[in-house]
C-alpha cells in the first residue's frame, strides 16, 4: 500500500482547492520543492502532483517546478493536469515522472487511453476517475458527464488500464473520509485494476480502513489538506500502513 503524499500547483504555489473550486483555495506552501522535500523527509516514497494550471487553461507553467522536483528528489512522481495528448505526456515523462493521469480526454476518447497503455506502458499510466454521485467529471471537475463511474472503470481495464484514480469531488478537501462503499465496489467489479483512494481521507481511522481493503485491490490513498492541517502525520501514516495487521 502507497501513501501519496499531494502537491496541488496553481500559479506556482501548492495550493489546496474546496471541491476543486479555483476560487476556493488556500497556499499551504510557496515553494513546491521544498515541501516535496518534506514529505520525503517524512518517509514518503511517492508524490501526486496536480498541475491545476493544466487542467483548468491546458497551459505548462509549472513544469519547471515539476522537473525541479524530479530531478532534486529521489520521490516518485504521479503528476495529473491537461495531458491530453501523446505529446504532452511524453513531455511529462521526459521531465522525470514515473506515472502519467489522464483525466478528461481519458473519459472522451478510449483509444486515446490504449494508445497510451500501448505506447509508454500500463506500469506508466493512471486513468483518473472523478465523480459525484456516480457520474463521472471532466475539465478540472467543471463539468458533470452522464457517463457511470462503473462502466467508465469497466471500460479502462479492458483497454489495459492497470492503476485507476478515484476521487469524490464532493468529499474532496472536505476531510469527511472517502466513499469507501464505491471504493469498494469499484474495486471487486474490476479486479483487473489497482484502485487509489482520493478525496477526503482525513484521519488515522479513514488511513486504517483503506489499508485493510488492500486484499480487493486498493494500491493506495492520496492525502492532501489533512497532512497540510496537521490532522494526519505523514511519518505516523506511513509507518501504519507498514505495519502488519
Not at 497551459?59 to 525541479?68: G, K, R, V, W, Y
Request: with cysteine; glycine share 10%.
Amino acid at each position: 500500500m502507497i501513501i501519496f503524499p499531494a502537491i496541488d500547483l496553481l500559479d506556482g504555489h501548492c495550493v489546496r482547492l474546496r471541491q476543486g473550486d479555483k476560487d476556493q483555495k488556500t497556499v499551504y506552501n510557496e515553494d513546491p520543492s521544498d515541501q516535496a522535500r518534506k514529505w520525503q523527509a517524512a518517509g514518503a516514497e511517492w508524490l501526486h502532483v496536480v498541475d491545476l494550471d493544466g487542467a483548468f487553461t491546458g497551459e505548462q507553467l509549472n513544469f519547471p517546478h515539476i522537473s525541479e522536483i524530479a530531478g532534486q528528489l529521489s520521490l516518485k512522481i504521479q503528476l495529473g493536469g491537461g495531458i491530453r495528448s501523446l505529446d504532452r505526456a511524453e513531455k511529462v515523462l521526459g521531465l522525470g515522472v514515473e506515472r502519467i493521469v489522464l483525466g478528461t480526454r481519458a473519459i472522451e476518447d478510449i483509444e486515446f487511453v490504449a494508445e497510451a497503455v500501448q505506447f509508454f506502458g500500463a506500469e506508466h499510466v493512471v486513468v483518473g476517475i472523478d465523480a459525484v454521485e456516480g457520474f463521472v467529471a471532466v475539465r478540472g471537475w467543471e463539468e458533470i458527464t452522464t457517463k457511470e463511474t462503473m462502466v467508465v472503470a469497466s471500460e479502462m481495464a479492458e483497454c489495459g488500464v492497470q492503476h485507476v484514480l478515484y476521487t469524490d469531488i464532493k468529499r474532496d478537501g472536505m476531510m469527511s473520509g472517502p466513499d469507501f462503499d464505491r471504493l469498494r465496489l469499484l474495486a471487486i467489479e474490476n479486479p483487473q485494476l489497482q484502485v487509489i483512494a482520493s478525496g477526503g481521507v482525513s484521519t488515522m481511522e479513514d488511513v486504517r480502513r483503506v489499508k485493510a481493503m488492500a486484499d480487493i485491490g486498493l494500491e493506495g490513498m492520496i492525502i492532501g489538506r489533512a497532512l497540510y492541517d496537521g490532522d494526519i502525520d505523514l511519518a505516523e501514516a506511513i509507518k501504519e500502513i507498514r505495519s502488519a495487521g
